[in-house]
């Protein structure tokens, strides 16, 4: 068996670069990207930013006070997207099997290259390609596993690249901060900071069921990507293009108040799928089927988002401009299209601090306690959505008591 060889790729800073390339005179400054407000959230920001000590997630206020001379953009889903395309599509011509795991990074399986093309030569000559075909600066790691590409593009940002040869896995990983280990959060870098370990070489000299005491299954993974581990393949990159949930009722019916509970549950059901899946939709669908079986569906494009609060009432817009015959009703639906990756950064264009913070722990809650741990209150009676072909795990509403439609 050749040698796995895995190269990861991170396009530098996506959002300011894509600016950038649209105005010059951002070049060499603080540049932030997120809700003007000083109740909005930084989405991203440039490496002359992040100097000042601002960070994705952060509250705009706080950044403006880290930072009063850093330049302020609301940010464009839908010109990052393009861009985000057009890589992706340098790359599907150049490699065989590629990742494509958010909308600026990805995953490139260069396995068996080597002694036909070099790997170093051949990420090195996509680079230069993705510079000169879309002006966007891109950073790469190459490395034996995931875990271990990605860390080392990391080491090699801005504009940079680095190469970790099999067996240098532990002594590279070593002096590296905990954080650097994909998939620490805040939450566990606190627990960690607690139990004393702030560097990757205390997880590697710690025993393993140790880790799997304090942090169950998490704790195993963790430190096997201490170790260097990573058994992950390279999954082919294939874009989803919607989501949806459908309901056939056992009985036609004219309540439109159930109705319309419905449609709302499902647009919640989805949106969080979509944050789930890392994902947005850009269309939404309303579908209605009528007792002697005439269907009509209506869309309508919005700015890409996965928020519920939008999703929901776009989705009751669209029925009630649907519902119009006044007809018993056997089957109603609910799609999101025009899916892209990237979805937490995204939604903080346009997310308030509050909002943004709600949505992630409502995710939290459901993420650990399952679907029908927060629900919304006109949804309660509504125990099942029949048949949904959900791409992303889907299951019963997701409901919230007491939120504003």
């Known amino acids: 068996m050749p040698e796995t060889i895995i190269t990861h790729m991170d396009l530098d800073s996506f959002f300011v670069s894509v600016e950038r390339l649209k105005n010059s005179a951002l070049n060499g400054k603080p540049v932030i990207i997120g809700g003007n407000s ?4 930084v989405a991203s920001c440039s490496y ?20 009063p001379n850093a330049i302020i953009i609301r940010g464009d889903s839908q ?32 396995t068996g290259m080597e002694k036909f093309f070099g790997t170093w030569k051949l990420a090195m000559e996509l680079k230069a390609k993705i510079l000169k075909e879309t002006g966007l600066p891109i950073s790469f790691g190459v490395a034996s596993n995931k875990t271990v590409s990605k860390v080392a593009t990391g080491t090699a940002k801005p504009a940079g690249q680095r190469k970790v040869d099999l067996g240098d896995e532990i002594p590279f990983l070593a002096p590296l901060s905990v ?24 997880l590697q000299e710690m025993p393993m069921e140790l880790l799997f005491k304090t942090l169950q299954k998490p704790g195993i993974d963790l430190w096997k990507k201490a170790q260097g581990i990573d058994n992950r393949k390279v999954e082919p990159y294939q874009e989803r293009k919607s989501i949806g949930s459908e309901r056939t009722f056992e009985k036609d019916t004219i309540d439109v108040v159930k109705l319309r509970n419905i449609i709302s549950a499902m647009a919640e059901n989805l949106a969080y799928q979509l944050r789930k899946g890392d994902k947005l939709c850009a269309c939404i669908t309303v579908k209605v089927r009528y007792s002697d079986f005439n269907t009509h569906t209506l869309q309508a494009k919005i700015p890409y988002t996965s928020a519920d609060h939008i999703l ?6 669209l029925f009630d401009k649907l519902y119009n015959r006044r007809l018993l009703i056997r089957l109603i639906g609910v799609r999101l299209s025009d899916l892209v990756s990237g979805g937490f950064q995204m939604n903080l264009f346009e997310d308030s601090e509050e909002m943004a913070n709600l949505y992630q722990a409502m995710d939290r809650l459901r993420n650990r306690y399952g679907n029908d741990a927060v629900k919304r209150a006109n949804g309660l009676e509504i125990h099942s959505l029949g048949r949904s072909d959900n791409p992303f795990d889907g299951g019963p509403p997701l409901l919230l008591a007491n939120r504003r439609q």
């Open 79 to 110: 010109l990052y997207s393009d861009y985000s395309k057009d890589v992706t599509s340098i790359i599907a011509e150049s490699v065989p099997l590629y990742e494509k795991s958010s909308i600026d990074e990805f995953y490139i399986d260069l």
């Open 48 to 67: 002359e930013a992040r100097a000042f000590g601002i960070h994705s997630a952060m509250p705009m206020k706080q950044a403006k006070q880290l930072c």
């Open 312 to 317: 929901i009432a776009k989705s009751l817009e």
């Open 38 to 41: 000083d109740r909005g959230v």
């Open 179 to 202: 954080k650097k280990i994909p998939g620490v959060g805040t939450e566990t870098y606190k627990t960690l900071r607690g139990l004393g370990i702030q560097y990757i070489k205390t």
